[in-house]
């Protein structure tokens, strides 16, 4: 549909692309460190005209986030001479060339140079000491060719001395050139890999293993950060069994490889492949016991996907390729059921505690209460995705954000509890995902689409419900009331005290101050209001996003400052005083707060079944 108007509007019809296709990528990342890789890619070409495209969609990303400002230093060669090139003016992602006569090749040379901002793998990739290498960020292929059917032979070329890692199948290694075996397109993207002086390869599960190769292969910004504790790595090895019990002991892939990127100036994020997941967290994730535990859900989320997500996929999100869009709708499965479960396997796991599991359950449940939740349903939150995962956060709490995840965890808890008590304890979400995701273990890497009928189908199988009624009434809701059914009807109810919850800002690195829950508001270490709730005390005083505070009760801001005096306002009976500056104005602003501190955590009902206890259960003994 796309390609047929973007051919009627340039006039030039390219000759359809060949069913299968043989091309070669070599990337030179030796430059990496000065933040730029250079890349060839060289495939066949028939005269005439021709395009090249850049992916555009990108699997697991859910938006159209293919990094195409930073191509750069583009040169396109075929017959021996260089060819013009034209981008398309509809679609961006596209370069119209016209192969001359006698040419059966076509060769394009350009950069990648790596830039501030962007999200995901569009975010900065390289630094001094690393190199993640997503080969879709450096992947020119024949534009409307199927990425499933172009063969691709892929070298890389490494900075002296660094080490890789990665589930794509190597050929040889020459000195500091990586071959890799030859594979689909599609599967190159699907198979980042790491570069790196600081690496390490932790082998949890040998290939020889019941359970197969499952590697963690790590690349940080020092040696120290690589020194892992033991009781962590064991910890990941139960991740391992824990994950393959939900899905009743089977996986689809050969070998499984978390890529983990240590660096506090590389990003914090994660993304899933088949075979592998991308996760990037901060320097200090792995060494110190704070950091590791607010980051526990990450590398069993990734992993999760695993199976849902990649092995199983919404059908709006398979789109044959990276030049058509793609559909979030059904992502509160997609990315609701993983944030669940990649929560609750970390607590399986040991990796944090019951009692942690309960906290991270309660900040969930508290991140999306604000006030956007009245206007803006979770639907179209899933709906809204391509744009809201890079909207920023100021005005988040009125527009609200990616929060079929935060919300997922409460609203497939409640599925959780609901089939545990349709079946008297019998049967749990375990049974559903072993049922939908469990499907194949012959060791292919595979995708099965599926939608929404068929989740709900499948839940009827475990315990016959009203699941669509259940969920269309989460989904389209536009009410201030959370859905805690789960966590009620788990024995429990979500209460505010003023002890900290570490997961109500688990990434953050940067030492601001989440008051959400008191004032209203969200700031930065240097004051800068960057999340205000309208209805709040602080909204409601006129301090808004984007606003700065330059002054506590009269003394210079700074975070102590301001968690001191928000802890005071409990016996205090003066307002709260701060200074504000609005662009170039300065104002005072009054706060008439005195509820002190405040975070939110799950308390136990008394006299209730304790449900929630029985699903952090570790299942592996
Ligand atoms: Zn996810």
């Not at 989320?301 to 709708?329: I, Q, T």
């Not at 993983?338 to 944090?352: D, H, M, P, W």
């Amino acid at each position: 549909m796309l390609l047929a108007l973007l051919l009627w509007l340039t006039g030039a019809a390219p000759a359809p692309p060949p069913p299968s296709i043989e091309m070669t990528l070599d990337v030179d990342a030796t430059d990496a460190p000065l933040r730029v890789l250079h890349a060839k890619a060289s495939m066949p070409a028939r005269p005439g005209p021709m395009t090249l495209f850049y992916p555009k969609w990108i699997p697991g990303e859910h938006m159209a986030s293919g990094p195409v400002p930073n191509l750069t230093g583009l040169h396109v060669f075929a017959a021996g001479r260089e060819v013009p090139w034209r981008r398309d003016l509809v679609e961006m992602y596209a370069f119209n060339v016209t192969v001359p006569s006698g040419a059966t090749t076509m060769t394009a040379q350009y950069d990648y140079v790596i830039s501030p901002g962007g999200a995901f793998g569009a975010s900065p990739s390289t630094n001094a000491k690393i190199a993640v290498i997503n080969w879709y960020t450096v992947g020119l292929y024949p534009m409307a060719a199927d990425p499933a059917s172009i063969t691709v032979r892929t070298t890389l070329k490494a900075p002296h001395g660094w080490k890789h890692g990665g589930s794509l199948d190597v050929d040889r290694v020459d000195g500091d050139t990586i071959h890799y075996a030859a594979t689909s397109l599609e599967m190159l993207n699907d198979h980042p890999v790491l570069l790196g002086e600081h690496f390490r390869s932790i082998e949890l599960w040998p290939a020889e293993s019941p359970v197969g190769e499952h590697v963690i292969d790590v690349v940080a910004d020092s040696d120290w950060a690589l020194d892992f504790p033991q009781k962590r790595i064991d910890a990941y090895k139960k991740i391992v069994l824990e994950e393959r019990r939900v899905f009743g002991d089977v996986g689809h892939y050969r070998k499984y490889h978390w890529l983990l990127t240590l660096s506090d100036n590389l990003g914090a994020f994660g993304v899933e492949h088949h075979e592998c997941a991308d996760d990037r967290v901060a320097e200090n994730t792995f060494v110190d016991d704070d950091a590791a535990k607010r980051s526990s859900q990450l590398l069993s989320h990734e992993y999760f996907h695993s199976w849902n997500g990649k092995a199983r996929r919404p059908g709006g999100l398979v789109n044959g390729g990276y030049e058509k869009p793609m559909k979030g709708d059904l992502l509160w499965v997609y990315e609701g059921l993983t944030n669940y479960y990649g929560e609750l396997l970390a607590a399986r796991a040991g990796l944090i505690t019951a009692q942690e599991w309960l906290d991270e359950l309660a900040s969930d449940a508290f991140s999306v209460s604000e006030p956007g939740r009245t206007w803006r349903p979770l639907q179209d939150t899933a709906d809204s995705a391509p744009f809201l995962y890079v909207s920023g956060g100021l005005w988040n709490g009125w527009r609200r954000a990616t929060d079929f995840y935060n919300e997922g965890s409460l609203i497939w808890l409640e599925a959780d509890v609901t089939i545990r008590q349709l079946t008297h304890g019998a049967k749990s979400l375990d049974d559903f995902c072993a049922l939908f995701h469990g499907q194949n273990d012959n060791g292919r890497v595979w995708m099965k689409p599926y939608d929404v009928t068929e989740v709900y189908d499948t839940l009827n199988k475990v315990a016959p419900f009203d699941w669509r009624g259940f969920f269309e009434k989460r989904l389209t809701a536009t009410s201030a009331d959370l859905p805690l059914g789960g966590v009620e009807r788990g024995g429990f109810k979500l209460v505010y005290t003023d002890a900290p919850n570490m997961f109500t800002d688990p990434w953050a690195l940067d030492g601001s101050l989440n008051a959400l829950a008191s004032l209203g508001v969200h700031v930065t270490s240097d004051g800068l209001v960057d999340n205000a709730w309208p209805g709040t005390p602080a909204y409601t005083a006129g301090l808004s996003n984007g606003m700065k505070i330059v002054a506590v009760n009269g003394r210079r801001f700074s975070i102590d400052e301001l968690k001191r005096a928000i802890g005071a306002t409990t016996s205090s009976t003066a307002p709260l005083e701060f200074i504000v500056e609005n662009g170039s104005y300065f104002k005072v602003v009054k706060i008439d707060y005195r509820g002190g501190a405040r975070y939110p955590h799950l308390e136990r009902v008394a006299g209730r079944d304790d449900v929630l206890s029985a699903i952090a259960a570790p299942r592996v003994r």
